[in-house]
C-alpha cells in the first residue's frame, strides 16, 4: 500500500535511496540538504538533516551494510562527499553524519551520477561527470574512508557541446559473483559488472583476469536519452537483465546472454595481484587534475580487481586488442520488452532486491511496476504492468493490475 509524508524539503527532492534492508531511508534535495529517515512502524521519521552542499544535491547513495552506516552524495557545485554516521551525536543536531572525504570533479564539470559495489570488505564507487567522464575509486584502507585512490579513469564518448542536452548514469551488477552463464564461458568470478548509460546508449564494462576494464556489450537503438539505467539481480537465471528509462517514454528491458565457446574454455590461473608494489602515481596515470589522496609512508595494497585497474596505463578501457583473451567474453544483447505506459519522458527505474519486479517513475507522475512472464510455448519473456500509483492530486492512489 503507497503512503506519502511531509519530506520537510524547501525546494524539490532530486533523488532518494533506501539501505540494504529498506530500513533506512535518505533524501537528497534542490535546497542543499540531506535528510536520514529511520522507520519506526508504518511511519518515517527523521534522524537528522544538514546542508551537504553549496548547490543543488542531485545523487545520494547508502554504502553496503558491512561499511558502517555510510553514504556518499554528489551535487551541482562539483564535489563527490562521503559521509559516515556518529552514533554518539544526538539525533536532529545537524551534526549527526560528519563528511569523511570530498572530491573535486577532476574536469571541473559537476558529477551526474554515483554508485556503490561492495565485495567483501572491498568497496568500490563509480562516479561519472556531466560531460561523460568516467572514474572508479576504492578506499586506500578498507577501515578508513577518509582516504581514496583513483582505479580507472576515461570518458565514455565524445566530449558532448556546452549547448547539448546530457545524460548520464552508472549502475553496478550489486551481487558479489557474475552470472553462472558468464563464468562457464571464461570469464574471471571476481569480474566486476558496470552498467553505464552514455547519451543514448548503454556501455557495460566488465574486467578481465588482469583486472582491466573492458567493453563486454552495448545497448544500442533507442534513438533518445536514456536518463536512468539498472542491472538487476539473479545470477542463477543463466542471463544477466538491464532496464533503461528513456526520454521518449519508453523504458527498455534487455536480456544479455553469454554463448560458450566451441571448444572447452582454458583454465586460467590467478596471478596474485594483491603482492605487487603500488606503481608510481604519476607515471601508471599521467597528469591529472583529480585530487590526490595523500601520500603515506605504509599505504594499503590495492585489493585484486584495484590493482589490474590501478596498474594499467590510464585510460585502461581503450585497449580493446586483447579479444584473444578468454575472459574477455563478450554478451548477445537482445531488447524483450519496450514499455510505452508512461506516454511521456521516462527518468528513473530501478529493480527489486530479487531482480523479479521492474518499477519506474516518469513525467506522467505515476510510478509503474511490472513482473516478468515467460511464455513457455513461445519461449518468449514479457514485462507485464502489474501495478501503478499516482503521486499527483486527483491520481488514483493505486491501480492493481
Excluded at 564518448?157 to 546530457?166: I, N, Q
Excluded at 544500442?220 to 521518449?248: E, H, P, Q, S, Y
Excluded at 599505504?299 to 586483447?322: D, E, F, Y
Aim: with cysteine; glycine share 8%.
Amino acid at each position: 500500500m503507497a503512503s506519502a509524508f511531509d519530506h520537510g524539503h524547501k525546494d524539490l527532492v532530486l533523488a532518494i535511496d533506501y539501505n540494504l534492508y529498506g530500513t533506512r531511508m535518505v533524501t537528497a534535495s534542490s535546497d542543499h540538504t540531506l535528510r536520514v529517515w529511520d522507520k519506526q512502524g508504518d511511519a518515517w521519521e527523521l534522524t537528522d538533516s544538514w546542508k551537504a552542499h553549496d548547490a543543488e544535491v542531485t545523487d545520494v547513495k547508502w554504502n553496503g551494510p558491512f561499511t558502517g552506516e555510510m553514504l556518499a552524495s554528489i551535487g551541482e557545485d562539483g564535489i563527490f562527499k562521503v559521509w559516515e554516521e556518529d552514533p554518539l551525536e544526538r539525533p536532529n543536531s545537524h551534526k549527526r553524519f560528519r563528511r569523511m572525504y570530498q572530491l573535486w570533479s577532476p574536469t571541473k564539470v559537476p558529477f551526474m551520477s554515483l554508485d556503490f559495489k561492495n565485495i567483501g570488505a572491498d568497496t568500490f564507487v563509480a562516479l561519472i561527470t556531466r560531460d561523460g567522464y568516467l572514474m572508479i575509486c576504492e578506499p586506500v584502507d578498507s577501515d578508513d574512508f577518509r582516504d581514496w585512490q583513483l582505479l580507472t579513469q576515461t570518458y565514455v564518448c565524445p566530449t558532448p557541446s556546452r549547448t547539448e542536452e546530457t545524460s548520464f548514469r552508472v549502475s553496478f551488477h550489486h551481487e558479489k559473483l557474475p552470472g553462472w552463464h558468464a563464468i562457464a564461458a571464461g570469464l574471471d568470478r571476481k569480474s566486476i559488472g558496470l552498467a553505464v548509460a552514455a547519451m543514448d546508449k548503454v556501455i557495460v564494462y566488465r574486467t578481465d583476469r588482469e583486472r582491466q576494464l573492458y567493453v563486454a556489450a552495448e545497448l544500442t537503438g533507442t534513438g533518445a536519452l536514456v536518463r536512468d539505467v539498472a542491472w538487476a539481480n539473479g545470477a542463477m537465471r543463466g542471463f544477466d537483465v538491464i532496464a533503461t528509462a528513456c526520454k521518449d517514454g519508453a523504458v527498455r528491458v534487455y536480456e544479455l546472454t553469454t554463448p560458450l565457446p566451441a571448444g572447452p574454455v582454458p583454465v586460467v590461473k590467478e596471478k596474485h595481484k594483491d603482492k605487487e608494489k603500488d606503481q608510481d602515481w604519476d607515471s601508471s596515470r599521467g597528469s591529472s587534475d583529480l585530487q590526490r589522496p595523500q601520500e603515506k609512508e605504509s599505504r594499503r595494497l590495492h585489493s585484486g580487481i584495484g590493482a589490474g585497474l590501478a596498474g594499467a596505463t590510464q585510460p585502461n578501457v581503450t585497449n580493446q586488442n586483447k579479444n584473444e583473451d578468454p575472459s574477455r567474453v563478450k554478451h548477445v544483447v537482445k531488447l524483450v520488452s519496450e514499455l510505452r505506459e508512461h506516454e511521456s519522458a521516462v527518468w528513473r527505474v530501478g529493480f527489486s532486491p530479487m531482480g523479479d519486479v521492474l518499477i519506474s517513475s516518469g513525467d506522467d507522475g505515476k510510478i509503474r511496476t511490472w513482473k516478468r512472464s515467460f511464455d513457455a510455448t513461445k519461449s518468449t519473456t514479457e514485462w507485464i504492468e502489474y501495478s501503478v500509483v499516482g503521486t499527483r492530486p486527483g491520481d488514483d492512489e493505486t491501480d492493481d493490475a
